[in-house]
């Protein structure tokens, strides 16, 4: 049976839980992502402990946003990690999304359009112009220019962004919430089915699968029902 397209979000307390989750999760989903607590406070180790021998694609969302020169040596630098996606703020501009892209030849660096935490209001204090579907396909629309070949943006979005940028890129939707979950801190969300339904290639799903009472079971819920609402 194929691995649903979810990348599970391994926001966990420590190590030992975050290669737990994986465990129970990776013979239903096809990705596991790491964030930037995880990251920071275990560094490369993390990677390799939640892959384990499963091999299950590692997401790594550090969202880099630096110079291009300070962004290109990251991406070098964690590229040895073999992971399957990183992370840039699209913020960074053409030149830093590039620089990425040239340093870390074989994984697929995703841009992050508009947080999904952020609201208009928010668009507004920032000085980004919105409202927040046009701010997304502009930034979606510039990141591909210069390189990426995976987007970042909210269920609401996907959409538009997917008639924006075509068939050939990876669009990534955080923010996603099977029907009757707390929406927590995201701003934009949307169910798993909607989501793909819209055009979304991968699922970002933390926590109602890792907060549930068997991690496993909740990724099989959800994993199945998406293959029973998507073709074949």
Request: hydrophobic share 50%.
């Amino acid at each position: 049976m194929t691995p649903a397209p979810i990348a599970v979000a391994l926001d966990a307390p420590d190590l030992e839980t975050a290669a737990r989750w994986a465990g129970l999760v990776t013979p239903h989903v096809s990705t596991v992502k790491i964030g930037l607590e995880l990251y920071l406070r275990y560094g490369p180790d993390v990677i390799a402990s939640v892959r384990g021998a499963s091999g299950v694609r590692v997401f790594l969302d550090l969202k880099l946003h630096d110079i291009p020169n300070t962004v290109a040596g990251a991406a070098r630098a964690v590229s040895r990690l073999r992971p399957a996606i990183l992370t840039v703020h699209a913020a960074g501009g053409p030149k830093m999304i590039r620089a990425a892209v040239e340093a870390a030849p074989h994984t697929q660096i995703a841009s992050v359009t508009v947080l999904t935490s952020l609201g208009e209001a928010d668009l507004a204090a920032i000085g980004l112009a919105g409202p927040a579907d046009d701010a997304v396909r502009r930034l979606a629309a510039m990141s591909v220019e210069a390189g990426a070949t995976a987007l970042v943006c909210s269920p609401n979005e996907v959409a538009a962004v997917r008639a924006e940028v075509g068939p050939g890129i990876t669009l990534i939707t955080p923010g996603v919430r099977p029907a009757g979950a707390d929406a927590q801190d995201q701003a934009r969300v949307a169910t798993p089915e909607q989501a793909l339904a819209d055009g979304a290639d991968l699922l970002v799903i933390g926590r109602p699968i890792t907060g549930a009472p068997d991690p496993g079971a909740a990724a099989a819920t959800i994993a199945a029902a998406l293959r029973r609402t998507t073709p074949s």
